[in-house]
T-cell receptor
Framework: DTEVTQTPKHLVMGMTNKKSLKCEQH?????MYWYKQKAKKPPELMFV???????INESVPSRFSPECPNSSLLNLHLHALQPEDSALYLC???????????FGPGTRLTVT | GESVGLHLPTLSVQEGDNSIINCAYS??????FIWYKQESGKGPQFIID?????DKRQGQRVTVLLNKTVKHLSLQIAATQPGDSAVYFCAEDAGNMLTFGGGTRLMVKP
């Protein structure tokens, strides 16, 4: 299984809502990542988990809260988002924290 | 040709021709480089990678060239096909995170 899955595919939420994005991989990778991608822009790194521990937080606002319950799962909890947070949120995983990253299809988030 | 500005740089090629997509990277400490392909509505897909101890690496129909002197990376696609139409990103790794370049849209004309 060489797939990273993400749910939901699309999400529309209001600024007062709380929602979560989910990511799963069964490749035995011990590094997992969250990226944010705006239209016509490259992915921007948000968080890195290595061996289920948060190793990098790229100065992301606290309204985004990552969680890594186990080595296969990665969540991104969302609360009090702003319209400018609307984007494609990509999850990726890799064998170790430097090798080729496998990306999921992303969750298209719209904040109204 | 190429166009820059408010839109992604675009490379338009005829089906069957070879394509060359260029990327300038910024960090001289970067030692690992990847090319990704991203089709509309999908996540980035790994194409080929290269480490800094090499200057060329070949895959199936793709070749990556690395020039560390001028911090330049290129992706060559042989016999470009309509299915190659996508946005291509280079990415560099300096040891703790992957940083993506701005991307180039490849359009293949039948």
């Amino acid at each position: 299984d060489t797939e990273v899955t993400q749910t939901p595919k699309h999400l529309v939420m209001g600024m007062t809502n709380k929602k979560s994005l989910k990511c799963e991989q069964h490749m035995g990778h011990r590094a997992m990542y969250w990226y944010k991608q705006k239209a016509k822009k490259p992915p921007e790194l948000m968080f890195v988990y290595s061996y289920e521990k948060l190793s990098i937080n790229e100065s992301v606002p606290s309204r985004f809260s990552p969680e890594c319950p186990n080595s296969s799962l990665l969540n991104l909890h969302l609360h009090a988002l702003q319209p400018e947070d609307s984007a494609l949120y990509l999850c990726a995983s890799s064998q170790v924290n430097r090798e080729e990253q496998y990306f999921g299809p992303g969750t298209r988030l719209t904040v109204t | 040709g190429e166009s820059v500005g408010l839109h992604l740089p675009t490379l338009s090629v005829q089906e069957g021709d070879n394509s060359i997509i260029n990327c300038a990277y910024s960090n001289s400490a970067s030692d690992y480089f990847i090319w990704y392909k991203q089709e509309s509505g999908k996540g980035p897909q790994f194409i080929i990678d290269i480490r800094s101890n090499m200057d060329k690496r070949q895959g199936q129909r793709v070749t990556v060239l690395l020039n560390k002197t001028v911090k330049h990376l290129s992706l060559q696609i042989a016999a470009t096909q309509p299915g190659d139409s996508a946005v291509y990103f280079c990415a560099e790794d300096a040891g703790n995170m992957l940083t993506f370049g701005g991307g180039t849209r490849l359009m293949v004309k039948p």
